[in-house]
């Protein structure tokens, strides 16, 4: 399955060269299918602050929770609205090569500009196992690899990494969540790294080597890490923004996320489960941190508000 | 599920003006899997042609084999390489009206700029429930309704065609293949059609009052189906053109498309079952009919081929 | 994919003797899934009154508006509840090749005793692409051909019928539903036949050679179409039947079954669109049918209720 | 969706006694399909060494690498060729609720006797993000709850088991691979354990009151790891099997399994990828591995070989 229009117009370098990434935020109506809607809204928010690329259904889109139809769907839809604008990453990831593929096949064809892949979490495989999970789907565009052995359970090895690098001119960088350490070992080797950890951004970027950062608090404050990636070094800035992202990562993502961003009023206040909303007196702190921080940093421009219980809708069938 | 970016440029008179409209071919690789270089390739000839819109996944499309996931997937590569220079209508009708809807709203998320559905063929059902049916889907955008008794076993009266016309605005018109009788009925009701049949189109447009047709010979002469539709009353060209016309449908389409567009070297010559070539007679009976319109009215420029039966691969699994 | 544990059971001699078999009806609960519940009723109910097998999916119990998974999950349960006691015959049929076989494997593999083939509706083909596409399928195990053109747009011709049957050892014979004449002319040939008319198959039984029927009506009169079938000619007892069988079909089945299961209350008034239920007055009618033929030969011992439209559910996404 | 037929015959009490399960090796045809006649051989084998149960599709069967259509139907074969001499206990959960409700529902209904569940690993949650999950499938049936954080990055508390077994009575036990201090923790407050790791699962069982073992060894030696669970204390035993169960283990389980398999001439060497085989010498080490231990205790009665890389066949598309 191969299609000229659409290899003609992708370029691994056109990649490379992105600072800010936003694992975008995946909104949805009340009876669990997207709000195309308010989805569209955040996209073009991102557009508005200077975003360059987006994540769509990565982990923090909940992607895990798409049925692979609506998640090539969404793709196609983010491409053919913003794709003039902002590079459409596809997570067409999976622990099932099988699956990787036909979803990166799809990813492509609808356009998409570079595919994000993870290791196969979960079930895992021996090295030999990651490589030839990975060069299955290396050949068909520019593709960025995930690592995050929190979630799941496999740290990919450097010499796995170098070895991609090497064998595929595909091969765009790695988001990398191990730490610094692993970020500057690869930049020494002229690696593209992507900060996957917040917290560590600013310090990748500006003493690590790294090209920038894919980021979750960019959903909600995407100017100020607009600002951290492009502005040079700040410390006060990070300083400002550290206790919004601790409070971001207090329970697994997108959990704080979607906490958030239903508090602002810019998506509806439904989870697909198992996500459920942090209890009412983080969301309560998130109303300090916003005042504290400013609202005009954050995105919507509605009052904020400390949502009841009863005020979010929990998803099983959708 | 609603996308305020892609309702804002689809717009159902853009639809109703369209004289010429392509249901393409769907061309396989040797697995089964789309061939969207030869895809490709088809789609820019159309557009070279003259041709205004292309039904994705029709009947001669061959929607029927596909996967949903395919079928969206195909209506979204389409819009995302071709959506600017021509009209994309996805063929998300289905016999099942949870399909339909499904299947509608994932096409005008990717773009798609109207919908093609038929009345529930094979399962069949009541008039009211084939508006209960319809009623569904037309809320979503521009739509052109399909009748076409000798698949579907049920022809739609009128009856339903007038009050569709009437509740909905994104009802753009008809693809009627009953006969001219039911066309001049419609088109003095001031409601849109276009003729499903190649061997009356020409008569539809110039006699009956239609806006155009939705051809399947424009596959093989999109130049001279433009011709019939744009150049005035042309009966010497409809003589020529006939007897490809009715070789075309001696089986049931898309069987003698198939087997015509292979052999013009376009696509591959694989056929996703249960459809077969035409016996090899019928296959030296088409040489000799495009040496007699002439090879320069026929898309590719290979010189053509009596392919031998084992030229050809028939996929079942895929 | 093979299995011995389930070839060793199957025989298609137990198949071709079968008289009586029910074309079951799917209930569903208010949601659209599965009521199971009432389903389990329904075919515990045909096995006390003698009906021998069952038709899973078939049009009547819509098969054509359940995803695969549903479809073959249904006959998986069929089997591992009611297996021992009736003979399972999924309809893993459809007019694509790839899901016929996909589906008839599967079928298979959960231990259904035969499959229900239907030739290609709407999208159809060549007499050399349905032999094509049967042969596919006979392989697997026991199989039932379904010629209905009023619902496919395309007769299966009996030289197709007689090249299976001489083809394949697992060919157990056909629903033929085009009229006695066709009967006649096949159990000549000592082809097995069912008639798949409810309002011919006395004649076709005990006059034409059929050996029974695959019958709407003993969804509803399980023990009146027993003896239809087991008990000698008796035009009384057609004469008393004819009646609720026209009824029945005065608009596509299942519309008539669904309207009549639900007045009976062994079905929750629950319908999957496209269908929607027979107006109030022929649900009037149909009470006064059953207090003609006798409320004690119909399935059921609620008292029989004249539902308001009020009370169904029509659903489309489910 | 629920069937009495079903719910019936299924009781937690018959689950909870269960001291030997197997988790099933999947055996795959050359283009990756399922291989049921290799499958029913295996589970045969299981029942005549005295295994009362086995996990369909668990991660050892490679669920993961399934779509849930196959899943359902590997659950469904099994129930229908084996469910009357061993408990059939399917691997339904998944990290997304609305999957692991779906696939319980059907597991369910084509009569699985208990299904194993997953806290969501990936994507992850909070704790009481895992108990809204757990939640919503406890409710259809006897359940195992999986805890093995080394492949879903996350333990699953103490604290949420014992809510869950307060909660419902259709709570069976864990499936625990933490180690035999969490054993203990558990089977002190008389919550059923099955040990998770072939290499403790004897002191589990004799020292920490484990009921018994969920094993991958059994596929391999099944009187053996009877003996292990049924003999008594025998650290003679113990130590004879215990380089086996390190080999085994050596890669992410099943790919020690899936070799070893192969090389017993038991199922044919195709791997899905990510999966592939152990290298060259790994191979000759088995063969030493079986003739140390006695090739008699090992299933299968082919001489051993040790195959060649080019006798292996991954497949990535199937």
């Known amino acids: 399955m191969r299609s000229l229009e659409v290899k003609n117009r992708t370029s691994v370098e056109d990649i490379k060269c992105l600072r800010l990434i936003t694992a975008i935020k995946t909104p949805y109506l009340p009876d669990g299918r997207f709000d195309l809607e308010a989805y569209d809204d955040l996209v073009n928010t991102q557009i508005e ?5 987006i994540i769509v259904g990565g982990t923090t889109g909940e992607g895990q929770l798409m049925s692979w139809d609506e998640h090539i769907m969404l793709i196609g839809h983010t491409v ?15 622990n099932s090569t099988r699956e990787a593929i ?50 799941t359970g496999q740290d990919i090895p450097p010499s796995v990494i170098q070895t991609l690098a090497r064998q595929s001119t595909n091969f765009a960088g790695v988001k990398e969540c191990v730490g610094n350490d692993r970020v500057k070992l690869y930049t020494g080797n002229k690696i593209v790294v992507w900060s ?21 608090a960019s959903n909600l404050i995407p100017g100020l890490m607009h600002e951290l990636m492009f502005g040079g070094k700040n410390p006060n800035l990070v300083a400002k923004v550290m206790p919004l992202i601790h409070w971001l990562f207090k329970e697994p993502n997108p959990i704080g996320l979607n906490t ?19 209890p009412v007196e983080e969301r309560q702190e998130f109303v300090r941190l916003v005042n504290q921080i400013g609202r005009e940093h954050f995105i919507g421009d509605e009052t904020l508000e400390v949502l009841d219980d009863s005020d979010f809708i929990l998803v099983g069938r959708y």
């Open 260 to 278: 958030a961003l239903a508090q602002l009023g810019v998506i509806r206040p439904v989870f697909r489960l198992p996500y459920v909303p942090l």
């Open 49 to 53: 602050n200077g975003v360059e690329g």
């Open 196 to 216: 996957g950890n917040d917290d560590e951004c600013h310090d990748s970027r500006w003493d690590f080597g790294a090209t920038g950062v894919i980021s979750v």
């Open 80 to 94: 053919n609205c913003f794709g003039g604008k902002i590079k459409v990453i596809g997570n067409t990831g999976s």
């Open 102 to 151: 036909h979803a990166s096949e799809q990813g492509f064809a609808v356009g998409m500009h570079a595919a994000l892949h993870i290791n196969p979490y979960y079930g895992k495989t021996s090295v030999s196992g990651i490589i030839s999970h990975f060069s299955t789907v290396l050949s068909m565009g520019p593709t960025i690899i995930y690592n995050v052995p929190s979630r």
